[in-house]
Structures are given as C-alpha cells and as structure tokens.
C-alpha cells in the first residue's frame, strides 16, 4: 500500500499529525482542466513517482477540506473505462483499484469541462456505476459563459442521482471553495443514485458474478464483457471454467448480436448523454469580441502556421536577450567565488578541487540556469493555454505526409523539454509502428540538455549583433532548433518506408478551448522543472566534475614540477619588472598544459583524439564529449573542469577559456567551422543514458535503443566533418 503523506499542525506548541482519511481519485477526459484543479486544491503539498512496473508519472496531493484531510490522485485524461493506451490502462486499474502499492478509491472528484458536457457526461456515467460517492467538478465556466453555454446545475444533480456538482474556473479559483465543502462531505456520502442505463448488461454480469461466487464486482465483469481483448478481461472472464468460451460467447451474442461491444455501449450512453443536455443546457448566442474574431482567424490554417513559427522566434530571441543579464550575475558569482576560495586556502589538491573542480565545473552548468527557466516557462505557457494542442492540429499534415499521425506531434513537442518523457508521451498512440518512429525521432527535438552547450558556444563565437529586430545568435539557435526537427521528420519518414512500413493511422484531437494561464499553476511547474535542474546540477554534474578533476589533476608530474622550478630560477636571473611577471606566467600556464596533458583525462583524450581531429577537435574537446556521453549537459562541466587546469586558467570565464585555446602552433582551436561543426554534432548525436534506457522500457528490446545511438552519432559525426572541412577548406 501506499505510504500516505502527512500534515502536521501546530497548535500552542503541540504538534497534531493529521494523516489523509481517504483516498480521492481525480478523474477526468484530455485538457479537461484536470491538472489545474488538482494543483489548486493541493498546492504545493504534492508527490510524484512512478506507478509499479510502469514510467507513467503518479501525481498524489494531500488537500484539506474542512476539517479532513483528503490525499487526491490525479490521474491520465482518459474519455472512458475502455482503456486505449498505456496511461488510460493505469487510470482504468487505479480506479477499478486494481492497481498495486495505490490505496484503492474511496471516492471520486470527476472534472467535466463545461463547454464539452457531451464527451465528459459519458465518462461520467460510466463513473457512476462503479457505486462509490463523488462529487462532479465543471471547470472552463468562464469559458462557457463566452459561448452562450448555460448549465441548470440542479436540474443536471437531479438527473445525476444526487451527486453534487459544482461549477469551478480552476485558473482563478472561483467556485473551489465550494468544491472543498462538498470534497469534506464525500467520505460516507450516499452512493449516486442512478437508473440502470442496459439492464441487460446489469442482469447478465451479476449472474456471472453469482457463478464466481462473488469474487469478481459486478461492474468489472461489465467492463470484461464490453472489452474483451485485454489482459485483465482475459484474466477475470477465465475464472468462469474450462466451458468459459461458449459461456462468454452465448452472452455476448445476445447482447451486442453482430455489433461491436463499444459500439452498442457507445448508442446507449450517448442516447442518455443527449436527454440530460436537451434538458439542462441551453444555448444563448455567443459573445463576439475581438479576442474570439482573433483566436477564430488563428485556428486558420495559414495564419495558425505563420503564428506558430512567430511564436517559436520570440521564444528564442528571449531565451538570449531576457537572459543575459541574470547570467551574468550567475557568471560574475560563480568566478568571484573560485577565486575568493583560491586566495583562502593553501595551494594544493584540495584547492583546486575546490575552485577549478567543483565551482568551475558545476557553475559553468549553473549559468544557464536562466535561460532553461526562461524556456520552460514558454513551454508552460503555451501548454497551459491550449496553443500546443493547436499545434498538434495545424502540424497534422505535415506528420502524415511522413507516415505518422498528428498523435505524434505532443510526445515529439514535450521532447523540447526533455526527450525521456517525450518518449514515455508515446504511450498514448495505438499503433506500434507509429510509436517506434516517434520514439526515434523525439531525440532529435532540441531538450534541455543541449541548451547549455548551444547557449555557451553561441554566445562565444556568434556575434551579439541584430539584423533589423532579428539577434543573430537567437537566429542560429532558431536555426538549430530547427535543424533538430528537420532530422527526426527526415527519420520518421525513412523508418516507414523501410523497417517500419504500413498503413497511415487515423488521428482525432479535441482542441481545448484557448484560456489565460494560471500564473500559480505556472508557477509550481516552473519550480517542479527548475528543481530536476538543481538536483542534477547538485548530483549527476557534482559527481561528474568531481571524478573529471580527478582524472584531470592525477597523476602528478614531478618532471613538469622540476622543469617549471628550473624555468623559473633561470628567468628571476636574468629578467626583472614587467618582463619577470610575464615570463613566470607564461611558464606556469606551460607547466599546467604539461600536466593535464599527462594526467589520466589527457592520456584517455590524447588516445582518441585521432578519431575527432578530422572535426577540428583538440584532445580536450575529445575527452570532454566522451565523457558527456552518459549526459549531454555533463560536457559543459567538463570544459569547464579541463579549462580550469589547462593553460587558460588565468581567463575569468569559460567562454573567454574558449576563446584563448590554441594548438600548440598557436592557431586557435575554437574557428567558426569548428564551432558550427561541434553544434550540428550536439543537435544530431545521442548523448543520454535516460533515454537509451526509456527506449528500451517502452519497446523490451535492446535493438532499438543501440541502433539509435550508432545511426545518431553517425550522423552528428558526419554532419561536424562536412562542415569543418568544407568551412575550413
């Protein structure tokens, strides 16, 4: 069972542990405001982990109403108890309370959207025969409000047996605290009271469930019988004996004859569905308002495009111009603080584990901290008002012309954040096929990870200069972002006419209504990402800058240590002033060259560097992309660890360390070829463990995530040396 989380209050220094009562699972269709309610019932006080055996996210919150204390589930969207996909199959078990390690339901908090009662009732109905107490939550009554909908809430309670329903707008919190006297008042409330929508379906299930003995509840075998072809109907239907086929089947017949199951399930609630609405809705012309003329012109095709590549521009142009300013703060800090540490401590090993290894190598991570926020905080805001959805709409087409559906373009635009849940999005499609190509075209989507790396070498070696209103370096961020799509289309594409060949799959999306974003909502996402930004910064990049300075600073040289000695006493006897300084600090930063070139790390990089000098690579370069394998953003720590002990230490910054590398002629190795090589190597290759691992999850086959990572590196390695030598050339 699930451990459940606790509320402790205190009262005159006693402190009072309040544990949650009950459980109440939140249940509701896709862009229902589901999510939103949930996060403005529970705040902050919320959990996530995984469901057992599964990589769907388990969100559990602990919500106070009235004098109890609820813990609220909230699970997958999903339009029915019919499950289609992975996630609608967890919330189906969970709710059926079939679900290990989750503590079954002891009542329900339905989210309906109150300008789609249509879709939303029948899943409702549905709910109501499970006979536990709930409560209906309509959400978007603002949104409603605009297009004439009106809802009698009583005469709809009536028609729902008595189940209390309350008219919410989650972005704004009107209506919640209703919502919460009525979620206080649910655990041993009366259960719905609610007509038998096919009787025959209700009689032939309980005499199945009379012949099990009981041991199986009387909506399951409902669901087994309308189902049919899942591994739990299977499981439930074959404890009726050796004659359960003929049984079944003789059942079947003589309640959906030749239709299918879903189908005629499907006549019958809608049917009902159809009489509640003629009765409490009505509809009043809609309100015309230059909002809704603009929203209705944006759902065009053409302008819906061109905004949507609008939109994309603005979003990395702030990524670059809101940024700066907070990362230079960071930058100024972090350098302030190496050197400040550097000044108090004896020079040795510990030192410079300290300044050149821990600060350099998680602060050059750090400094990007603004931009991934500035990101996010983009992405949550067009998720949050519905625009994603519209751009799974408008990108159909061009989806279908490569074999895939538009049901593909959610996990490939979530990739943008990080290609791990990404790939876990594709759950959500039916066909395998189509879930493959989606699953190796997401890593192309430029995530997170790639951000630090693009946004140093960029602001580097790219000109801060404008073309009109246009930033240069924005552009070429633009650029790879899109460079980034371009690949993973190209992929999917290549993989069904090839590996993956057959049918182009249907595809239905229900567009939410567009809505102003809740800035709490947005708020607590923003954190909850910024937060798995920390803690890797504060483990996977603390431990990596750790052992890359280990690597970088051992073995000790005690040849480099005397040559440097002996250096130095011939220049004290024969230089003075100015030209002394000098020369001591050229031969210090030789001896640091000397000695990161015979460490362990120069040794590995020196070894593989004639794999990567046809890019333009130095060895340092080399060993730092290898040893960002197991994580892009992991190499940035490492430049910053190998720069920090190599000969342009005495640089403040990382990017001014990159600018000063030099082979040992003196050319420089960071040219522009070079550099834009290096970019499309980062946009094209597979660098990250997390998702080999996830492609292995979803496909149980080792086959695909290998053959990502050989045809992914392929292609950055080729891109980089294309470009180089022809840059070069």
């Known amino acids: 069972m699930a451990k459940p989380s606790v509320t402790r209050v205190s009262v ?18 896709p862009n229902s405001g589901k999510s939103t309610l949930f996060n403005r019932l529970t705040g902050l006080r919320q959990r996530t982990a995984n469901y057992p055996g599964a990589t769907v996210e388990k969100h559990v919150g602990t919500a106070t109403a009235g004098k109890a204390v609820l813990e609220l589930i909230d699970l997958p969207g999903t339009f029915s108890l019919s499950a289609h996909s992975t996630e609608e199959r967890i919330a189906v078990d969970v709710i059926l309370g079939r679900m290990p390690g989750t503590n079954p339901p002891a009542g329900i908090l339905a989210v309906v959207d109150m300008t789609n009662l249509y879709q939303g009732l029948y899943l409702v109905q549905q709910l109501m025969e499970l006979e536990l107490p709930m409560v209906v939550a309509l959400t978007m009554s603002d949104a409603a409000d605009l297009k004439g909908l009106r809802v009698d809430i009583d005469a709809l309670q009536a028609r729902l047996g008595g189940v209390t329903v309350c008219p919410v ?66 499981e439930i239907l074959g404890r009726l004996g050796k004659d359960r086929d003929e049984r079944v089947g003789e059942v079947r017949r003589e309640l959906f004859g030749d239709e299918p199951p879903l189908a005629r399930e499907a006549r019958y609630r809608y049917k009902w569905v159809r009489e509640i609405l003629d009765e409490v809705q009505q509809r009043a012309p809609p309100l015309t308002t230059w909002g809704s003329r603009f929203i209705a012109w944006l759902n065009r095709p053409v302008p819906g495009t061109i905004g949507l590549f609008v939109v994309m521009a603005i979003v990395f142009q702030a990524v ?25 401590m004896p020079e040795g090993a510990l030192a410079s584990l300290l300044s050149d290894g821990i600060v350099a190598g998680v602060g050059s991570v750090i400094v990007f901290l603004p931009q991934i926020m500035i990101l996010f905080l983009f992405i949550i805001l067009l998720e949050d008002s519905g625009y994603l959805a519209r751009a799974a709409y408008l990108m159909d087409r061009v989806m279908r012309s490569v074999g895939l559906s538009g049901q593909s373009i959610i996990p490939m635009i979530s990739s943008f954040a990080c290609a791990v849940p990404g790939i876990m999005a594709t759950r959500v499609i039916p066909n395998r096929r189509d879930r493959i190509a989606t699953m190796l075209a997401a890593p192309f989507m430029t995530c997170s990870a790639r951000l630090p790396v693009y946004a140093l070498l960029i602001a580097a070696f790219v000109p801060a200069e404008s073309i009109g209103w246009i930033n240069l370096q924005g552009l070429v961020l633009l650029g790879l972002y899109l460079l980034g799509i ?19 799959p249907p595809f239905a999306l229900m567009l939410p209504e ?61 230089l003075t002033g100015g030209a002394l300084s000098e020369a001591l600090q050229g031969l ?115 086959r695909w995530p290998v053959f990502a990572w050989f045809y992914m590196s392929t292609i950055g390695y080729v891109g980089a040396l294309l470009v180089y030598q022809l840059g070069s050339g």
Request: glycine content about 6%; hydrophobic content about 50%; overall charge neutral.
């Open 12 to 29: 005159d220094q006693i402190t009072v542990s309040r544990r949650p009562s009950v459980s109440i699972a939140v249940v509701g269709n």
């Open 514 to 574: 567009f809505r102003k974003p809740n800035l709490r909502t947005v708020l607590m996402q923003l954190w909850g990402r910024v937060k798995v930004f920390l803690r890797r910064a504060g483990t996977v990049i603390f431990a990596v800058a750790v052992i890359v300075w280990a690597l970088a600073y051992y073995p000790r040289s005690d040849t480099v240590a005397w040559e440097l000695a002996e250096q130095q006493a011939v220049a004290e006897a024969s």
């Open 320 to 344: 670059f111009a809101w940024a700066t300013p907070m990362m230079d703060a960071i930058d100024a800090g972090t350098v302030a603080l190496g050197s400040f540490l550097a000044s108090q």
């Open 169 to 234: 707008v989650a972005t704004t919190g009107q209506g919640i605290k209703a919502l919460r006297q009525a979620l206080a008042e649910l655990p041993g409330s009366p259960q719905p009271d609610l007509p038998a929508f096919w009787p025959e379906l209700n009689k032939a299930a309980e005499q199945l469930s009379a012949e099990l003995q009981g041991s199986v509840r009387r909506i399951e075998i409902e669901r087994a019988l309308l189902d049919g072809s899942g591994e739990t109907e299977q």
């Open 588 to 702: 210090e930063h030789q001896a640091a060259a000397d000695q990161l070139a015979q460490s362990w790390l120069g040794r590995a990089g020196q070894a593989v560097e004639p794999v990567f000098r046809p890019l333009g690579w130095d060895w340092k370069i080399s060993a730092a992309v290898i040893a960002g394998f197991p994580a892009r953003e992991v190499v940035i720590a490492v430049l910053g660890t190998v720069y920090a002990l190599g000969d342009a230490a005495d640089e403040a910054t990382l990017a001014q360390r990159l600018k000063s590398a030099t082979w040992p002629d003196g050319a420089p190795v960071f040219t522009l070829p070079m550099v834009f090589g290096l970019l499309i190597f980062y946009a094209c290759c597979l660098q990250c463990a997390a998702t080999l691992a996830v492609i292995q999850r979803e496909t149980n086959s080792w």
């Open 486 to 504: 371009f690949a993973g289309v190209l992929t999917a594409l290549l993989l069904r006419v090839t590996a993956l060949r057959g049918p182009k």
